[in-house]
């Protein structure tokens, strides 16, 4: 597995903005698809972006679909996720997970069953 860790999460204002980073050690980041998720009090784990191993492609939940960007810098072993235009709702602990994906680099993936790692979460507050 790979140990995963998230930073960047924080107190901002409606219409803020944050960066999240998620830090990635154990396995070659490389051979990872990498997923976001979160997860607010009281309800389920959702998915919110995703990104190949490649880089070359991207998903994200319709909620964060054009607000959020999700990108990943191999030679750094890190993946991040660009939140702009943050709303009340975003408010959640933010989790990165990582897949091994060695023999396809251009998929990514939505369910949180697709992950074999997980990284501790960060907290992030969006108040209005």
């Known amino acids: 597995q790979v140990q995963l860790v998230e930073s960047g999460g924080g107190l901002v204002q409606a219409g803020g903005s944050l960066r999240l980073s998620c830090a990635a050690s154990g396995r070659t980041f490389a051979s990872d698809a990498i997923g976001w998720f979160r997860q607010a009090p009281g309800k389920e784990r959702e998915f919110v972006a995703a990104?190949?191993?490649?880089?070359?492609?991207?998903g994200y939940a319709d909620s964060v679909k054009g607000r959020f960007t999700i990108s990943r810098d191999n030679a750094k072993n890190t993946a991040y996720l660009q939140m702009n235009s943050l709303k009340p709702e975003d408010t959640a602990d933010y989790y990165c997970a990582a897949r091994s994906n060695f023999y396809d680099s251009s998929n990514y993936y939505t369910r949180i069953d697709d992950y074999d790692s997980w990284g501790q979460g960060t907290q992030v507050t969006v108040t209005v």
């Open positions: 990104v190949s191993r490649s880089g070359d492609n991207t």
